[in-house]
């Protein structure tokens, strides 16, 4: 079945403008958000019945993260059946009336699509496993011992090798995360058929588009060569050599051959690329390429992992976030278009990790979602971010269900005593991928309303506090915040086609930039910092006459010359 949408065409966009380029993307983690039938794991029933509060904030598209058949080894990301939906997400009747609630209100669902690998219980693999011979041997990549070890030094990144000796054939396979979640060889132009021909299968019940998790990983160097293994590791870092390999744009221009062109349903894809540079971006984001329409680039998110990783994390400065931001502005502004995240599943909570979740939680939460949303590119808001949800207060590795964190933990604490535990704990609390998935805070209600039954994972205790429910009104409510962002991308052009110029680039404090277009100009500063920051004179004069506050999340301020913690401000001013 194929509902064909029209795409909710906002204002703010100019014809001939793709749709995509004035939404708003809202990830939705399932097994997180709302668990209808209290079994503990949220699932599709439970979404729709929050799709109103997706709704009221506004929001064009979800991107649900996978619900298909999967032993959740990696919590879906390691597929068994890509036809299926997983029993403990409900039955693809769900889904369908999922796409058609969705759809009644306007809104578009794209589907997470983890085609780098499958999990080691999909058909496909137990028939390559089988034996040497079998047909769907190359389907995955399997290589002799080197020297009785593995084929090469690459590490996987949940810990240990990215290779696993399969004892039938004493071949070695690879698996770039776990050993049950084994790489498909993209090479092989029968894997490459099966999933374009799945793709269609998606996109002909409905689905507007597909995430594509890992994609740039999918053209591995032939020859899997040797990587450089830095200072006290076991293994390499081999990205080198499979990200963004030497197929990798023919496949995904044959993809779009195969799944995207023939279609006039107005889709969107978006790929994941840990490797990618602007540069690459420019590539695989050009309309012109037929590639990709736009891609989640890693470099922000990279800033506070110290020399150790992300679970040894340093101080972000500032001023490295936002000349970063402003190299990605000013990369994609002629060519290929950004996507604009904070927080995803994989990420720690953006108020706890870059701004503060105590004494400015409102201003930092508030702050930090303006300078975002308002800069050009397409933004994801992952769910609970439109609420001001904060990190775990995790206490115990038992807390813990996230196979990175886990095996990280297990790999670190090997040698060290309990000293070195509460480090390794203290570090995994702070970056690890759990903060992002404890259950959606719906409430005040026991278990935040997520569940009523034993949630897989613990809730946060700040529920009490930080919940959907207590941010109805517009008091403090981080839910109406982002609710007036998304409608001031809806409504005003500016926020779609204006040009970014990065103001005081070498302030410590100060996150300021424009965006101006031949009739408009936008100023955004915010005081991303715990101290009153002076405002530059010359900002206060040029800036202080302007028509409108579009925002100030302390209180109805222009541009005062003092800016207080965490205070945003945004102006708006006609010019043409
Ligand atoms: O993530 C890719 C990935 O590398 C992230 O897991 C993250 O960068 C990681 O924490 C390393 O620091 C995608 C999915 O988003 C993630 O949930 C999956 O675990 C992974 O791929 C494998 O499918
Ligand atoms: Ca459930």
Redesign the pocket.
């Known amino acids: 079945m194929t509902t064909l949408q029209p795409a909710t065409r906002h204002a703010s966009l100019r014809a001939g403008d793709e749709w995509w380029k004035a939404a708003v993307v809202y990830q939705v983690y399932p097994r997180s958000f709302a668990d209808s039938n209290g079994d503990g794991i949220g699932d599709i029933p439970g979404i729709i019945e929050h799709l109103d509060h997706l709704e009221d904030l506004g929001i064009d598209v979800v991107w649900l993260s996978p619900v298909y058949a999967s032993p959740h080894d990696?919590n879906g990301?390691d597929i068994s059946d890509y036809y299926a939906v997983d029993p403990s997400f409900g039955t693809l009747e769900d889904l369908d009336e999922l796409i058609v609630g969705l759809h009644a209100r306007g809104m578009k669902l794209v589907m997470d699509l983890?085609v780098n690998?499958t999990s080691d219980e999909h058909g496909w693999f137990r028939q390559s496993a089988s034996s040497r011979d079998n047909p769907k041997r190359d389907w995955y990549i399997w290589r002799d011992p080197r020297d009785g070890a593995e084929p090469n030094n690459w590490g996987s990144?949940f810990s240990g090798p990215t290779w696993t000796l399969d004892e039938t054939s004493g071949q070695y396979y690879l698996h770039l995360?776990s050993s049950k979640?084994p790489d498909l060889n993209w090479e092989n132009p029968d894997v490459r058929s099966a999933i374009y021909q799945m793709m269609n299968w998606w996109l002909d019940r409905g689905v507007d588009g597909f995430r594509m998790?890992?994609i740039s990983f999918i053209s591995k160097h032939p020859d899997l060569p040797d990587g450089r293994v830095n200072e006290g590791a076991s293994y390499a870092d081999g990205i080198d050599f499979y990200g963004s390999g030497p197929r990798v744009h023919d496949y995904l221009q044959e993809m779009h051959r195969e799944v995207f062109a023939g279609r006039d349903a107005e889709l969107m894809t978006v790929g994941?690329m840990?490797d990618a540079t602007p540069e690459k971006a420019r590539l695989y984001t050009d309309s012109t390429r037929h590639e990709l329409n736009m891609i989640f680039h890693?470099e922000h998110v990279g800033l506070d992992h110290g020399p150790g990783g992300?679970f040894a994390p340093k101080p972000l400065q500032l001023v490295e976030l936002k000349q970063s931001f402003a190299r990605w502005q000013r990369e994609l502004a002629d060519v290929g278009w950004n996507s604009l995240y904070w927080n995803?599943?994989?990420q720690p909570r953006v108020v706890s990790r870059f701004g503060n979740d105590t004494d400015y939680w409102y201003e930092s939460a508030t702050a930090l979602a303006t300078v975002l949303h308002l800069m050009r590119g397409t933004p994801y808001v992952y769910q609970g971010e439109e609420l001001g949800m904060t990190n775990m207060p995790f206490s115990s590795i038992d807390q813990f269900r996230d196979i990175?964190s886990l095996n990280y933990y297990r790999e670190a604490t090997v040698a060290g005593g309990r000293a070195q535990a509460a480090e390794v704990l203290a570090g995994i609390a702070r970056g690890g991928?759990d903060n992002a998935r404890t259950p959606m805070q719906w409430s005040s209600d026991p278990n935040a309303g997520f569940t009523a039954g034993e949630p897989w994972i613990p809730v946060n205790p700040n529920h009490a506090d930080i919940n959907a429910a207590a941010q109805r009104d517009g008091n403090r409510s981080v839910f109406a915040w982002y609710r007036g962002l998304i409608n001031l991308r809806h409504t005003e052009p500016v926020v779609i086609d204006g040009a970014f110029d990065l103001l005081l680039p070498e302030h410590p404090q100060l996150f300021a930039y424009t965006r101006t277009n031949e009739d408009t100009a936008l100023l955004v500063v915010a005081n991303c910092s715990n101290d009153s920051a002076p405002l530059d004179a010359a900002l206060v004069t040029a800036w202080g006459s302007a028509e409108t506050i579009l925002a100030n999340n302390v209180g109805d301020r222009r541009l005062p010359l003092l800016m207080l913690p965490w205070e945003v401000i945004v102006l708006k001013r006609i010019t043409g």
């Open positions: 990696d990301y983890v690998h990144f995360f979640q998790d890992v994941e840990i890693f992300k995803n599943h994989d990175e991928r």
